[in-house]
């Protein structure tokens, strides 16, 4: 996948994740960035605008006949575009139907009209559903998601399955933790600087405050992905991506009040286990998998939380 030459197709690279993607892509050969910019940036990409092996295309992955002329010849699709609120899909239930499973099946019936073989897909630990604090391993199951998202990442992953069974592709599929780092534009950790921004004396957590998730900075994520795609080789992989630890709500509020330099702020929680309908209050995961790849994180969870709100404090969260 590193031969020189090599082209790469990225679906949502304007985003968070994606745009840090094709920073180390551009490194290895010419990128195409496929993105709607409905929840991505372009100045996310602008210093890549204007490179000769680099190209952007602002379109919808439901526009299927500009989908599938642009896919053609490129080797490699990373597919990273979503839906990236989860909550969102309460009030538009057809929400990650479409920007999910929907653009999904686009991307891989657009790949096999062109005979591009290789798809890198970003799951969610969503699809594991409510396991509680048993470390799930990818062979967890059965799989019942609790969130429409959740679903459309299932949906999505057995429409790669199928795809790679019965058309020679093949792919690798990473169920990641909460990817947080510069760039991010949603999420408890914006969500919270933005409203200390605001009002320094008082925050709201939703739930108690004793949701817990394992963080990965998006470093690490890109070091594993790219790892695992070099070293893994089945028509199918599958691949938690986090770290072993976990990081609580409350603990998230505490770091961000901290580093903010504020004292005195008042916590108020709207109660339940749970953020909202469709959270999973507690994740934990197995990556033994990728452990045996030779990847472990550079950062625990607590870690990569404490870095990634020094980062978005010094300027990393832009576009709000």
Known sequence: MTKKGTKYFVTGGA???????????????????????SSGWREFLEHHLGRGDFNF????????DTL???????DVVFHLAANP????????????????????YNVLEAMRRNGVKQVVFASSSTVYGDAGITPVGEDYG??????????????????????CHLFGMQGWIFRLANIIGPRLTHGVIFNFINRLKENPGQLEILGDGRQQK???????????MLLAVEKSGEPLN???????SSTSVVRIAEVIVAAMGLKGV???????????????PQVRFDVSSMNRLGWKPKYSSDQAVERTVRELLSGGASNE
Do not use: Q
């Not at 295309?57 to 299927?64: G, R």
């Not at 008042?266 to 999973?280: L, M």
């Open 85 to 104: 609120d989860v909550r969102a899909g309460i009030a538009a239930t057809d929400l990650d139907l479409r920007a999910g499973t929907m653009a999904s």
């Open 15 to 37: 985003g968070f994740i994606g745009s840090h993607l094709v920073d180390r892509l551009v490194e290895r050969g010419g990128v195409t960035v496929y993105d709607n910019l």
């Open 57 to 64: 295309i602002e379109a919808d992955l439901l526009d299927f």
């Open 68 to 74: 599938k002329g642009a896919i053609g010849g490129h």
């Open 238 to 244: 599958v691949f938690n991506l986090g770290p072993a």
């Open 214 to 224: 394992p963080y990965l900075h998006v470093d690490d994520c890109l070091d594993g």
């Open 142 to 163: 059965p799989l019942r998601p609790i969130s429409l998202y959740g679903a459309s990442k299932l949906g999505s992953e057995g429409l790669i399955s199928a795809f």
């Open 266 to 280: 008042a916590f108020s929680y709207a109660g339940g286990d749970r953020g909202w309908a469709g959270d999973v």
